[in-house]
């Protein structure tokens, strides 16, 4: 009888395992798969353990979900501490979400080039919340905007205020385009889910979320092909220093995929 393919698949597999791998019984190269899929595509659990299967790799859903709350976390925050520093112009916008059935609402900020500094899930939508939002970004980054660019909701003027009297702010919706295009792929994501079962984890998630998507994401300067391809060669090899685990196709291939197709092995199209 032949052995099953996942016993194969990681017979092959010899990456030195970091120690935030001990205790798990998968191998590094699967957890760290299986947690790239799910966060940095607008997936559920049971489409990423389908997508395992097709691969010969038997891992349920739950374990999926599993591993991504650890491994996701710590990875975000290691995408974080060695991410250089963002932009000093903030865009801040805030979108609605139903949670369990009750209103809350999604601040998020992001630097001029499309980078997401952070993201806040809280009930209000007043110069506190705005106030709250201000000070873990002045934490995390480190210092304060250049120029803070907002819609007209009077609460982030009023937080400024207060918060950071010598910023220049901006109060324009259409200057705020890059804010609002970020919170696309949480649309997309919320969508898949279908709900989410409380703010703490939604929080969890896009914390984690768009970590990845600052590696992984198309810039405005990526123009051409060369240019695309060169930065998603350069995320690659982030993901792989941050995980411990090398995602690079080339080295994955086999000799024989690498073989060029002979030309009689190609069938004619021709009567």
Not at 8 to 28: F, N, Q, V, W
Not at 32 to 43: G, M, Q, T
Not at 192 to 208: A, D, E, G, N, Y
């Amino acid at each position: 009888m032949a052995e099953p393919g996942w016993f194969r698949y990681l017979s092959r597999m010899t990456t030195p395992r970091d120690p935030l791998y001990a205790g798990y019984r998968y191998p590094a190269e699967i957890i760290s798969y299986a947690v790239w899929l799910y966060v940095r595509f607008p997936l559920s659990l049971r489409m990423v353990e389908e997508m395992l299967a097709a691969r010969g790799l038997s891992v349920t859903y739950e374990t999926i979900r599993q591993c991504g709350l650890k491994f996701g976390r710590e990875f975000a925050n290691r995408i974080r501490r060695r991410a250089p520093r963002r932009g000093d112009t903030w865009h801040l916008d805030e979108v609605v979400l139903t949670i369990a059935g009750k209103k809350h609402w999604l601040w998020r900020a992001v630097d001029q080039e499309g980078f997401v500094l952070d993201v806040l899930v809280q009930s209000r939508r007043d110069k506190k919340a705005a106030r709250r939002l201000f000070r873990k970004l002045l934490k995390k980054q480190g210092r304060a905007p250049r120029v803070l660019i907002t819609d007209k909701l009077r609460s982030y003027a009023a937080a400024k205020r207060e918060i950071m009297p010598g910023v220049e702010h901006w109060q324009h919706k259409g200057l705020n385009n890059r804010a609002e295009n970020s919170h696309q792929p949480t649309r997309r994501r919320e969508w898949i889910m279908k709900r989410s079962k409380s703010p703490r984890q939604v929080q969890r998630f896009l914390s984690t979320h768009d970590q990845v998507a600052n590696v992984f994401s198309r810039r405005p300067n990526q123009d051409t092909a060369t240019k695309f391809r060169a930065a998603r060669s350069q995320a690659f090899t982030t993901w792989g220093e941050v995980t411990g685990v090398a995602m690079d196709a080339q080295s994955r291939r086999s000799p024989a995929a690498t073989k060029p197709i002979a030309s009689s092995a190609i069938p004619s199209t021709t009567s």
